[in-house]
């Protein structure tokens, strides 16, 4: 028999999702299946050259091992795996290998953050310290004593909203790897966790600890890539009353399939998951813990469940997730969001300060016109982003073609990101 805590727990997991699980569409896209390029206006032949591309860069030793993915209208015309998943047991990558997919996260988070926004339960330009009291009368670095890592602030003349955590302009930095090395040791000396941990510590801890500290500038300024989406991620706790990986699991992963995304893999798929290598002369090794424990999917007390950086999944996954945004928040008949929610998602929200053919839309990088121009980046509205252990994905709506690539590296650099794009629309036949 349960115990009470344990059966109330079970009947509010059941309430939630009967409550707001979403909803059925008069509009039924089929889910993610395998076809014929051909079939989808796309070349066999010019595909392969992404084999030749992947091979060489193996052989080459750029990348220990890749699985590529390419969609066209909802078909899945080219998966494939190659090279080596891990260098110790020499292990063949396989097609449905779990990568840990860090800042591809973010767009998942964002897209939790709409369907409650979808809900009415605030608005994007709410300050978050309505809903997050610590992030009240926000300051800005004005001095900074290297010696002792003090500093002195100002008041920020507008408080943090929703919409600046969504789109990287609310002057938060990012501890660890920000690119202000006051922030970094501003960030460590308070204990703010960055990215990942093995530890027993919670989204909301950090965070707590986060909003005491300056931002970069003032906010709506500047774009400073930051963990504005682990922000988020409490913030969704707070909203839903749920916490982040049961509102991920029965609000998203669930109605659309993705089975094999999590923030800690089920024990059945650790064998899945891909070791984070670096390479040592002519070798690749094993990346070493540093200030995480590459091991977190799976080691550690799994308590961290990080909205800007923490989710694993597999190439078909994260492509089924994208066919959802292609499909204007609609998969299998299930609706996540709105067609109108996702068109503005999609719209530039930071004016010109990316720059070079770049705008950001909630958070998603968007192809503008100049970057359509340019070559080999897509369309004009083409969303995209990567992660911190070299994964990547692209969604071009024009075409609707996705593409994604799954790499599991530190401490090293390759070519085949920008190959990859750009043999994915040359592909394009029809």
Not at 285 to 309: L, N, R, W
Request: with cysteine.
């Amino acid at each position: 028999m349960l115990k009470p805590k344990y059966l109330f727990t079970c009947l509010f997991t059941v309430f939630a999702f009967t409550a707001f699980s979403q909803t059925p569409s008069v509009q039924t896209s089929p889910p993610l299946v395998e076809g014929e390029a051909t079939s989808e206006g796309m070349s066999e032949e010019r595909l392969s050259r992404i084999d030749m591309m992947l091979e060489e860069a193996v052989e080459d030793k750029q990348i220990p091992g890749a699985v590529a993915l390419v969609a066209r209208n909802g078909t899945i015309v080219y998966h494939k795996a190659f090279g080596t998943a891990d260098s110790e047991t020499g292990r063949t990558l396989r097609e449905d290998d779990i990568f840990r997919i860090a800042s591809q996260t973010k767009a998942v988070t964002a897209t939790a953050v709409m369907m409650l926004w979808e809900e009415g339960k605030f608005r994007l330009d709410d300050p978050i310290a309505k809903y997050i009291p610590g992030f009240k009368d926000a300051q800005i670095l004005d001095s900074f004593n290297a010696e002792d890592t003090t500093y002195t602030t100002q008041p920020a003349d507008k408080p943090v909203t929703i919409r600046h955590l969504l789109t990287h302009t609310s002057g938060i930095g990012y501890g660890m790897i920000d690119g202000d090395d006051r922030f970094r040791k501003i960030y460590q000396k308070a204990g703010v966790t960055d990215l990942f941990t093995t530890k027993d510590i919670t989204i909301g801890e950090s965070v707590k600890k986060l909003a005491k500290l300056p931002l970069h500038h003032h906010p709506g300024e500047a774009f400073t890539y930051s963990e504005g989406l682990d922000v988020l991620g409490y913030f969704i706790e707070k909203v839903s009353g749920m916490p982040l990986n049961e509102f991920f699991r029965s609000r998203i992963f669930n109605p659309l399939g993705m089975e094999d995304t999590w923030f800690y893999l089920p024990e059945s798929k650790h064998r899945r998951l891909v070791p984070v290598l670096t390479k040592e002369g002519d070798s690749w090794k094993h990346y070493p813990v540093t200030f995480y424990d590459p091991d977190y999917p799976v080691e550690g007390e799994k308590q961290f469940y990080s909205g800007g950086a923490g989710l694993s999944s597999t190439a078909e996954d994260y492509a089924t997730f994208l066919q959802m945004y292609l499909n204007k928040g609609e998969l299998n008949g299930m609706r996540l969001l709105s067609r109108t929610t996702v068109e503005f998602m999609m719209k530039n929200q930071v004016g010109d300060l990316r720059g070079g053919g770049q705008d950001y839309g909630l958070a998603f990088g968007l192809v503008n016109q100049k970057g359509e121009i340019m070559g080999g980046q897509g369309s004009k509205g083409t969303f995209y982003w990567g992660g911190y252990f070299n994964t990547q994905y692209f969604a071009d709506p024009e075409e609707q073609v996705i593409g994604i690539l799954m790499k599991q590296t530190q401490g090293t650099s390759d070519e085949t990101s920008w190959k990859f794009k750009q043999l994915v629309g040359q592909a394009i036949d029809n």
